[in-house]
């Protein structure tokens, strides 16, 4: 994000409000290389940070009210007071900061009002994680006003409990871990159980490849109800196996699990998923730390094959965008995020971006779905100061 945008955003937040703000904050969104849809399963995944970013311009308040508003949305400031927020009161935009500022002082954290504006490049509802960018760059800039001292991690916790209690959505810790927590150049392997992490050098270029995003530009309705019974599925499975999560059955021991789950023909399905995806993750973990990076392809396949035929939460559009890739000479392609639409990701050689680019194009117009916005992802910085 460059300083004319933090500037920007500065700019705006003194035309609202009369006078400048006390700092300016960025928090990006972010891809998920693989591991879906195992963060509610204590499992591993690993995001890495996009260059688009939520920036915030804020102030703190000593006087309980809150004031909140986005240049990306229609209408006037929105104000709140801290003590009167209620969860699952807000079903606008402004449940994200708000949570986040109840989440904050439903730990014990004396926050007493803020004004803040807002602008982001994260394409929101794209699977990229705008909520998240959204959540914890309002987190960083409140815990750095009110001398909170919290680490990244614990902002993301913060962020993941604002947004499962006042703003209703049952996600998993991974996309806020990874906005607060990522680095510029690095993939973070996670591990979802204990926020444990370590950076993975991840720098495409360097190695002649690129990394596209495919965002579909759609969501199938459904995707909620989906999300939903994905997770019930899961817990009843890990209920079942008598395990706390699905991340404590081995990957050595799935088939007996699954010979264990006899004619739960569904759970079984969700089970090996799950399983197996960790397992990817951790292979693609030890191949890039091998220098293996073309290796990924492969796992990233895989994967894709994994989430559409045993977790069954892809759509004709994300199959599209990985067969046509594939086909016109892509190293790997997959489907990322909570699917029924949203992104792909793409790995290619750099030579070949422009004809992946152009085959995935026209394979869209001759399918007639929605044309697909394309483009590169270079792993950028977590959360931060601007200004
Ligand atoms: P995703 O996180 O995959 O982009 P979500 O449905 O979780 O999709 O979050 C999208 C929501 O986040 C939007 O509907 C909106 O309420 C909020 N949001 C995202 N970006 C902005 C923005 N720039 N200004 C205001 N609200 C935003
Ligand atoms: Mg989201």
Redesign the pocket.
């Given at each position: 994000m460059s300083v004319d945008t933090a500037a920007e955003v500065a700019e705006g937040f003194t035309r609202l409000y009369g006078s400048a703000p006390d700092g300016v904050w960025a928090a990006p969104?972010r891809v998920n290389l693989i591991g879906e849809h195992t963060d509610y399963n204590d499992g591993f995944v690993m995001p890495f940070a996009l260059p688009h970013t939520?920036v915030a311009a804020v102030s703190r308040r000593d006087d309980g009210v809150l004031r909140l508003h986005?240049a990306?949305?229609e209408g006037g400031v929105v104000e709140l007071r801290v003590d009167a927020l209620e969860p699952g009161s807000d079903r606008?935009?402004t449940a994200?900061p708000a949570g986040v500022v109840w989440a904050l002082r439903a730990a014990g954290h004396a926050v007493t009002g803020a004004d803040v504006h807002?602008?982001?490049t994260?394409?929101?509802?794209?699977?990229?994680?705008?909520?998240?960018a959204?959540e914890v760059v309002v987190a960083l800039a409140l815990n750095e006003l009110y001398g909170l001292g919290l680490r990244g991690w614990q902002l993301a916790r913060l962020c993941q409990r604002a947004e499962n209690v006042y703003v209703g959505?049952p996600v998993g810790i991974m996309?806020q871990t990874a906005s607060a927590c990522c680095e510029a150049g690095h993939a973070l392997f996670l591990d979802t159980r204990d926020l444990s992490q370590r950076q993975i050098p991840f720098d495409l270029a360097a190695e002649g490849m690129c990394l596209l995003v495919v965002d579909t530009r759609v969501k199938h309705s459904h995707s909620e109800g989906e999300y939903g019974k994905r997770r019930a599925g899961c817990e009843k499975g890990a209920a079942l196996l008598g395990v706390d999560a699905l991340r404590d059955v081995p990957y050595a021991e799935l088939d007996a699990a699954l010979e264990r789950l006899g004619d739960e023909e569904e759970v079984r399905r969700l089970v090996r998923h799950v399983v197996t995806e960790d397992e990817r993750v951790e292979r693609v973990v030890g191949l890039l730390e091998a220098g293996r990076t073309r290796d990924i392809g492969p796992v990233l396949v895989e994967g894709h094959a994994s989430l559409r035929d045993d977790f069954r939460i892809s759509c004709p559009e994300l199959d599209l965008v990985v067969d046509t890739a594939l086909a016109a000479g892509a190293l790997g392609a997959r489907m990322t995020?909570g699917g029924f639409g949203?992104s792909a990701i793409v790995l290619v050689e750099a030579a070949d971006v422009d004809g992946v680019t152009k085959a995935v194009r026209e394979a869209f117009a001759a399918a007639g779905f929605t044309e697909p916005r394309v483009f590169e992802a270079v792993p950028a910085a977590g959360a931060r100061r601007l200004v």
């Open positions: 969104g939520a986005s990306d949305v606008g935009w994200y807002l602008a982001s994260v394409p929101a509802g794209a699977g990229l994680s705008s909520s998240a959204l959505a996309d995020g949203g």
